[in-house]
C-alpha cells in the first residue's frame, strides 16, 4: 500500500509528470516515423487523437465513443503501462477492482477533493491514447495508399488490425508486459517495472519493422519515394 500510493503520488498526482508522459508517449510515435508523414495525413491523425482520446478538456464526445471502443477492442489504448502497474498492485494490496477509481483508495485522506485523482489519472491515460490513436491513423493511412499504389485490395477491417498491431508492437502496452514482470511490481524495490521491459521489447520491434519495411520488395508499377518502379 505505501509503494502504491508513492507511485501514485509520483504519476497521477505530478503535474511534471504528466508533461513527461506526453512527451515519452510522443518519442515512441515518433521513433515510428510518423512525424515525417504527409503534413496533411499527420494533421488529420492529430486532430483525431485529441478528439477521441479526451486528453483535453472537452475534447472527446458522444460521437467518438464508437471509436474509442473499437480502439479498445483492438488493444491499443487504455493500457497505460504505469498506471496498470499502479492499479495492479493496488489489488494486489485487498482493494479488489475498486482500485479503477482511483478516488476509492484515497477517499478516506482526500474525500473534499476525490474528484481530482480521478480526473488525473484520466488525464494520465488519455495523454498515452492520443499519441497511440495518431500513431494509427498514420499507420492506417500510410498502408492504405501503399496498397492502393501497388493496386493490393485491402478489406478495411485487415489494414485496421495490420495498423493496429505495428501500433501495440511498437508502443508501450500493459497487456504485452510478462507475467514475471508483473510479479515483479511486488518487490519492495524498484517502481513501474512494467515501463522498462516495455522499453526493450517496442526498441527492438521498431528496429525490427524497419528492416522489414525496407526489405520491402517493391511490386510493378509502385512509387518508391516519388520514383516508378518498372
Request: net charge positive.
Amino acid at each position: 500500500i505505501p509503494k502504491g500510493t508513492a507511485q501514485l503520488a509520483k504519476t497521477v498526482l505530478s503535474i511534471p509528470t504528466h508533461i513527461r508522459n506526453f512527451m515519452s508517449a510522443g518519442a515512441f510515435a515518433g521513433a515510428n516515423g510518423i512525424l515525417f508523414s504527409n503534413p496533411k495525413d499527420l494533421a488529420n491523425a492529430f486532430k483525431e487523437g485529441a478528439r477521441i482520446s479526451g486528453v483535453f478538456k472537452g475534447a472527446r464526445d458522444a460521437d467518438f465513443e464508437k471509436a474509442y471502443r473499437e480502439m479498445v477492442e483492438l488493444g491499443i489504448v487504455n493500457q497505460q503501462v504505469q498506471v496498470g502497474d499502479m492499479k495492479n498492485l493496488f489489488r494486489t494490496a485487498g482493494f479488489g477492482d475498486n482500485v479503477a477509481n482511483v478516488d476509492a483508495v484515497l477517499n478516506p485522506m482526500m474525500s473534499r477533493i476525490k474528484a481530482i485523482p480521478q480526473w488525473l489519472q484520466g488525464k494520465y491515460v488519455a495523454e498515452d491514447d492520443f499519441w497511440k490513436i495518431t500513431n494509427y491513423f498514420v499507420e492506417l493511412n500510410r498502408r492504405d495508399a501503399a496498397y492502393r499504389t501497388a493496386n493490393i485490395k485491402k478489406p478495411i477491417d485487415e489494414l485496421k488490425k495490420e495498423a493496429a498491431d505495428i501500433v501495440k508492437n511498437t508502443v508501450p502496452n500493459y497487456n504485452f508486459v510478462g507475467d514475471v514482470v508483473r510479479t515483479a511490481r511486488v518487490l519492495p524495490v524498484g517502481n513501474f517495472m512494467s515501463f522498462p521491459s516495455e522499453m526493450i521489447r517496442t526498441t527492438t520491434n521498431i528496429g525490427q519493422q524497419a528492416m522489414k519495411e525496407m526489405k520491402h520488395i517493391p511490386a510493378p508499377g509502385e512509387i518508391i519515394r516519388g520514383t516508378d518502379i518498372a
